[in-house]
């Protein structure tokens, strides 16, 4: 069984695929787009790791 945190988080990555293909964008984009307009105004912050570890 999983648990509510996992539930909710497989939905949001569902609806974020659709959202992106409707628009022509990869999934990142709804994600970062998503965190830019939050009301608690968290910073998005690109590049932090490297893509090979």
């Known amino acids: ?3 509510p ?3 909710r988080g ?3 990555a569902q609806v ?3 959202v992106a293909t ?3 964008v990869p999934p990142i984009a709804i994600a970062t787009a998503w965190i830019a307009r939050h ?3 968290i910073q ?3 590049g932090t790791t490297a893509p090979n570890g």
Do not use: E, F, I
């Open 10 to 12: 497989d939905r949001d």
């Open 39 to 41: 009301p608690a105004q």
């Open 22 to 24: 409707q628009y022509d």
């Open 5 to 7: 945190v996992v539930d």
């Open 44 to 46: 998005v912050v690109l």
């Open 16 to 18: 974020s695929r659709q």
């Open 1 to 3: 069984m999983h648990s």
